[in-house]
């Protein structure tokens, strides 16, 4: 596609119930991350794909978050037993490689009641 | 601990009016700083992304500085407009793992 594309754009979700979020990356980037952006915080890493290998995991914030990537392409974002604290917005963007520009999606709000 | 550090949280000026925004890191090995731009609701948008050997890049009305022996950027804003009202978020990745850690924006308010 022509961006990045995320899905669901929004959704609500009751406590400790599971959702997973999805993220498109841009056809041919090898790189993807997931960040978080909570209400009035700054962005915050979670983790990053190089293809479909994730080297750093240490962003992420309990064994609750789990993320893979298959096919160096699609991403999923799994959050286990959510907790009202969970509730942000999920980004991902994606770059041609490391070190180069990176595109970013418009987000899934994420609101746990 | 890697962190990124933005000056001033807010800022509002006049239509026409420059201004400059700043970004103090100490991430290191340093590899890349980029400046993204956020508007409300919006995924973050790059201006530009700076490596250690470049000090300036301009991009339209935006200017960045990289300083790497002291750590800091800067990004000017020329002759603003209306729609430059948005966050700026100073963004710095680690050579590695490419673990980006991100300062916590300069939200930027233009006036008539």
């Known amino acids: 596609g022509a961006g990045v594309s995320q899905s669901p754009s929004n959704k609500v979700t009751e406590k400790g119930k599971d959702v997973e979020l999805r993220c498109d990356p841009i056809?041919?980037?090898?790189?993807l991350y997931w960040y978080r952006q909570s209400l009035g915080q700054g962005l915050e890493f979670l983790i990053y794909?190089?293809?479909?290998?994730?080297?750093?995991k240490s962003g992420l914030p309990s064994d609750r978050f789990s993320a893979e990537r298959t096919g160096g392409s699609v991403s999923t974002l799994t959050i286990q037993r959510t907790q009202q604290e969970d509730s942000a917005v999920y980004l991902c963007a994606s770059s041609l490689q490391k070190n180069t520009e990176a595109f970013f999606g418009q987000g899934t709000r994420l609101t746990v009641v | 601990k890697n962190q990124v550090e933005q000056s001033p949280q807010s800022l509002i000026i006049l239509e026409g009016k420059n201004c400059t925004l700043q970004c103090n890191y100490t991430v290191s090995p340093f590899s890349n700083l980029r400046w993204y731009k956020q508007d409300t609701g919006r995924g973050p948008v790059s201006l530009t992304i700076?490596?250690?050997?470049?000090n300036t890049k301009s991009n339209g009305r935006y200017t960045a500085t990289l300083d790497a022996d002291t750590k800091q950027s800067s990004l000017h804003i020329t002759a603003s407009q209306l729609s430059d009202s948005a966050s700026y978020i100073c963004?710095?990745?680690?050579?590695?793992?490419?673990?980006?850690?991100f300062g916590t924006g300069t939200k930027l308010q233009v006036i008539p």
């Open positions: 794909f190089q293809g479909n290998s994730a080297p750093d």
């Open positions: 700076m490596t250690f050997s470049e």
């Open positions: 056809s041919g980037h090898t790189a």
């Open positions: 963004v710095v990745s680690a050579e590695g793992y490419q673990k980006v850690t």
